[in-house]
């Protein structure tokens, strides 16, 4: 059995068949899908569909059903995308794509979807020992801890935190952060690596960022847990050359 953790997709629906079919899925592999569903390419609506089909057809071949997180975006796609006025922060950071997407679909297809939105996505995940966050968590107790909910699916800090720490510093010394030391290894999305111009998984401390800029200029990318081998599609902009995504 192998656990595959998949970062943000942000609506490249053709990136994400590409990238399953690379992976030559077991029956057994468990795949953690890190967020962000929504809100960047243009096929905002065939990934949801796509991510609902996948589950069930899994469950019916007794196939390991997979784990979807939310994402901040995914969140905000229930709050604006049937809103009168939506946010126009949302609009203008892949909303709007969003929006385009859901354009001339039947009233029982978008329900469908606000249906799996709501209610089929985990704020977090733990197993075997590791923690799948689509951002990351403040409380030094843990996410099990926190006041408000929605910080697993906005924190930036958790990663600030890894890679602003000294790689030197040991884990038993009294200024290691404890929030590092409640999970073996712990993977993210949400904050793309395209940042420090990297469009494969970063790791610093023990987490591993999976959010190679797909809405950008990335590809789309999955990880192997126990082996950290690495998928890619190609690069998702290739894929939709008549749109901008999120650049």
Known sequence: MRTITIGDIHG?????????????????????????????WSQSYEVVDFLISFSRKRK?????????????????VVENLKAEKPHPMWLKHGGQSTLESYKNRTVEEIEAHFEFLKKDLLNFYEWKGNGFFHAGFHNLNGPHYEYFENITYWDRTLWEMALALDPHLEEDNDRYPNR?????EIFIGHTPTHR????????????????????????????CVETKEVWQSDPVHTFYPEENGRN
């Open 196 to 223: 420090w111009d990297q469009f494969k998984p970063m790791n610093a401390a023990n987490v591993w960022n999976l959010d190679t800029a797909a809405a950008y200029k990335g590809s789309l990318t999955a990880m």
């Open 180 to 184: 590092l030391k409640l999970y073996k």
């Open 12 to 40: 490249g629906y053709k990136a994400l068949v590409q990238l399953i079919d690379k992976i030559d899925l077991k029956d057994d592999d468990l795949l953690i899908f890190l967020g962000d569903y929504v809100d960047g």
């Open 60 to 76: 019916q071949r007794h196939q390991t059903v997979p784990i979807y997180l939310r994402g901040n975006h995914d969140d905000l």
